[in-house]
C-alpha cells in the first residue's frame, strides 16, 4: 500500500513545494511499508482460515491498525511543524476497504511564486 507521489503544481501553488511535497509522501509510504503486514503474515491469515474459523485475519489486522497508528502520528506531527505555517491541514480519509490523503487549504497562500515566504 502506498500513497501517489503525484504532485499537482496548480494546486499547491503558494502552499508547498515540490521537494517539501516529496518529502511528505515519501515519508508517509515508507512509515506504511515499514508497518504494513509483510505477505507471510497475509498469507497465513489466509491459510488458516478455515481451521481458526476465521481468527487468524486478526494477525494481519494487528499490523494494519499499527501502520494506521504510526500513519496517524507522522501527520500530526508534520501538521504542528510543516503544514501549519503553510496554512495547510492533511487528513487521512477511510472508507469500505480504501484510504486516500487530503491536503485542505486552511488559509492564503504563504509563498510567493519564486518560493519565498509571504510576509
Known amino acids: 500500500m502506498s500513497y501517489s507521489e503525484l ?12 521537494k517539501e511535497f516529496l ?7 515508507c512509515t506504511l511499508f515499514n508497518y504494513f503486514p509483510c505477505p507471510m503474515c497475509l498469507c497465513l491469515g ?22 494506521e497508528e ?19 491541514e492533511l487528513v487521512l480519509r477511510k472508507k469500505c476497504g480504501t484510504s486516500w490523503l487530503e491536503f485542505r487549504k486552511i488559509g492564503p497562500p504563504t509563498l510567493t511564486n519564486s518560493g519565498e515566504v509571504r510576509s
Open 7 to 18: 504532485y499537482d503544481r496548480d494546486g499547491f501553488e503558494g502552499y508547498l513545494s515540490e
Open 23 to 29: 518529502n511528505i509522501m515519501d515519508t508517509i509510504n
Open 46 to 67: 489466509y491459510f488458516l482460515a478455515l481451521p481458526t474459523l476465521g481468527l487468524s485475519f486478526l494477525m494481519p489486522n494487528v499490523c494494519v491498525r499499527d501502520a
Open 70 to 88: 504510526q500513519l496517524q502520528n507522522f501527520i500530526k506531527r508534520a501538521q504542528k511543524k510543516k503544514l501549519a505555517d503553510k496554512n495547510l
